[in-house]
């Protein structure tokens, strides 16, 4: 099953996907909800980030040849992480499928992007085994984790590599039905097939980052967890190009990448 | 004023406290809201934590004897940190005051406090020069940085060492008419004075963090950005103690600490 988060003239709702039709859902799939019996056509909808996370997880280092790449063009460690750490993302940066991605003027760069799978919790759970893991997750969609690599390696957090606005597209669409350990996913910058790589290479798979995760903290509906990306992330983004980001059964994330003018009082 | 959150017997609402009584608000303090005329106890109220944030920012490394003390005690850096870089936290691990601080089971230790002033965000906004960044500011609250030192310095990320569940107590209430650079917190460990600093000491003060980070980030009502602590946070915390956060203004965040028992399958 597909579902989808929208805006119409009135508000913005969730929605079932069938086929090229949205059918509107009164509620949330994390809770109590029901069809109204209206339907909007998907290829005319306004898509928005089809959730908003009340905790935003992020797998950094989960892919052994992004590691190994990273080390050969910034000389990071190669070495894999011993355990699952989670890294944490903030929902400001958040942009929907065709919205901007727009980098601040006064970036170093490069800039770049991550093509990631997402898993979208669907009910409350803390202190799951690997075996029960994936029973509280209620869908996957895409993650681009646009990462300003001056300042990733430059300042002390990575606040701003990772969290500056826009820098956090997610979609299009949640798919319920999808098995996270076996999901090609590839990224296009201007229509040139850039990433490739397949989820059954992580480090660590979903069921062990979730049972690790809910060891000590309990995970919410809505809740996310980004994945990582695998292999080189180049060419760097420049203004104007187009990122897309797919997978078979959730589709694609794409987003336009814009620059901003040098703002006032900007600099470092 | 004085905002508080609540709960009742029928739902988790806003609430604005004048002496002993709380008013009970429909609506948000950061949107549309009325009085509705219903009145309760203060001192028997349920208090919930005062806002549930989109955001979660935190300024680590804030306070030069801070830094001068985890140097001595942990052998880390003395050095001011050169720019104002956010951290962040995560909403899942909030609790209200009177709500315990639980010690994950198989805790290495040593656990510690951190009293800290919070900033609660008004009103939307983006790019704010210092002259103007404290408009955005509803209020301020207090904080205790729960934080686990031994997987604080072992862990790749701040995950667990600051985020586990009940980590990040928050409240009592939402002071708006206080001045953030002039604020004297206390902490009290079983009634014993153990830590007292005042923010006028902070390395950034509010309206450096505010304007740099809407530089790139856009503020949301309901955000929240902890301020950091100074000194020493000792004693280590240990299951029956009693801490509790003090400012004149904001009144008293007071949490036991408790520790669970050792979960099946943890271990590290």
């Given at each position: 099953m597909k579902w989808c988060r929208y805006k119409d003239e009135r508000r913005t709702t969730f929605g079932i996907v069938e086929d090229d039709l949205i059918w509107e859902v009164d509620g949330s799939p994390f809770h109590e909800h029901r069809r109204t019996g209206r339907q909007h056509h998907l290829s005319s909808a306004h898509l928005d980030v089809p959730v908003i996370p009340p905790n935003f997880y992020a797998m950094g280092m989960n892919f052994q040849k992004h590691l190994d790449w990273a080390a050969g063009r910034?000389?990071?460690?190669?070495s894999p992480p011993e355990r699952a750490d989670m890294g944490y993302r903030s929902p400001n940066a958040l942009v929907p499928t065709e919205s901007p991605i727009v980098i601040p003027g006064d970036s170093i760069g490069p800039v770049q992007y991550e093509g990631e799978l997402v898993a979208v919790i669907g009910r409350q759970a803390k202190g799951l085994s690997r075996t029960d893991a994936l029973n509280c997750v209620f869908g996957y969609t895409l993650g681009n984790d646009v990462s300003e690599r001056g300042w990733q390696f430059k300042?002390?957090?990575l606040w701003r590599a990772k969290?500056?606005?826009?820098?956090k597209p997610m979609g299009p669409l949640i798919e319920t039905d999808l098995d996270p350990d076996h999901q090609h996913i590839s990224v296009r910058v201007n229509g040139e097939t850039v990433s490739a790589f397949d989820t059954?290479?992580?480090?660590?798979d979903l069921s062990t980052c979730i049972s690790r995760l809910s060891r000590y903290i309990t995970l919410f509906p809505g809740d996310v967890i980004w994945m990582g990306t695998d292999g080189a992330t180049e060419p760097d983004l420049k203004a104007g190009d187009l990122v897309e980001i797919e997978n078979a059964a959730i589709g694609i994330l794409r987003n336009r990448v814009e620059r901003a003018a040098v703002s006032p009082g900007a600099g470092d």
């Open positions: 910034f000389g990071t460690s190669a300042d002390r957090t969290n500056s606005d826009t820098f059954a290479e992580a480090i660590f």
